[in-house]
């Protein structure tokens, strides 16, 4: 049975998503990194959980859950129709492997109590600045290159917190030290400009 109703309130949780928003990126670009850091950790514990680490990093665990699960391309398209343009390619399949899960309902969570949500860390990834790009055994955020690693490093890797105020505070800390830095090396330039020339006269 298809959970039509969680698909619903993802496309208006994406829809509402920052998808070209350069403001965004630059103020959440740390938070951004540590959801995608999480998203790759949970993907390989459900992969693992699944029976499907082979395929990693592109296990497709919905349909590892279920291989009659739907793949509905209707809600890419709406979410593509009402951002006015299409996604990237990868970023396409990722969301199109969300819709596939939520579509699922309950029952991933019912069989494994124990597992996080694998897809809501990328889902606030999008909300918080938008797309991400394709690199060379990873991705790419404005904070840099993430590597996939592999799946032994993603498992052993301890969780992240991704609740609203951590992920608020880890960008406010940031953003506090680079208008720090930022300051410092104003006013040593003005003091550069008004020193006087030593070596005139």
């Known amino acids: 049975m298809t959970d039509t109703a969680a698909s619903e309130r993802l496309l208006a949780r994406l829809v509402a998503a920052k998808w070209d928003d350069?403001?965004?990126e630059e103020l959440n670009y740390l938070?951004?990194?540590?959801?995608?850091?999480?998203?790759?950790?949970?993907?390989a514990a459900w992969a693992n959980a699944?029976?499907?680490?082979?395929?990693?990093?592109?296990?497709?665990?919905?349909?590892?859950?279920?291989?009659a699960v739907a793949t509905d391309s209707v809600w890419l398209e709406r979410l593509e129709s009402a951002?006015?343009?299409?996604?990237?390619?990868?970023?396409?399949k990722v969301v199109t492997d969300i819709f596939r899960w939520v579509s699922l309902g309950d029952r991933p969570k019912e069989r494994f109590p124990e597992l996080d949500d694998p897809y809501e860390p990328m889902v606030q990834v999008f909300e918080r600045g938008?797309?991400?790009?394709?690199?060379q055994g990873g991705i790419e955020l404005?904070?840099?290159?993430?590597l996939y690693?592999?799946?032994a490093d993603r498992l052993a890797q301890p969780p992240f917190a991704i609740d609203a105020a951590t992920l608020a505070e880890l960008d406010e800390r940031d953003r506090t030290r680079l208008e720090a830095a930022r300051a410092?090396?104003?006013?040593?330039?003005?003091?550069?400009?008004?020193?006087p020339d030593k070596t005139a006269g």
Do not use: H, M
């Not at 699944?50 to 291989?67: C, N």
């Not at 938008?130 to 690199?135: L, T, V």
């Open 83 to 92: 951002i006015g343009r299409e996604l990237q390619p990868l970023v396409r």
């Open 31 to 43: 938070s951004r990194g540590r959801l995608a850091n999480e998203f790759f950790r949970r993907k």
């Open 184 to 195: 410092r090396l104003a006013a040593q330039r003005s003091q550069r400009l008004g020193s």
């Open 142 to 146: 404005p904070i840099g290159p993430l």
């Open 149 to 151: 690693l592999d799946i």
């Open 50 to 67: 699944l029976g499907v680490t082979d395929r990693w990093p592109f296990s497709d665990i919905a349909v590892a859950f279920d291989p």
């Open 22 to 24: 350069e403001e965004a």
């Open 130 to 135: 938008g797309e991400f790009w394709e690199g």
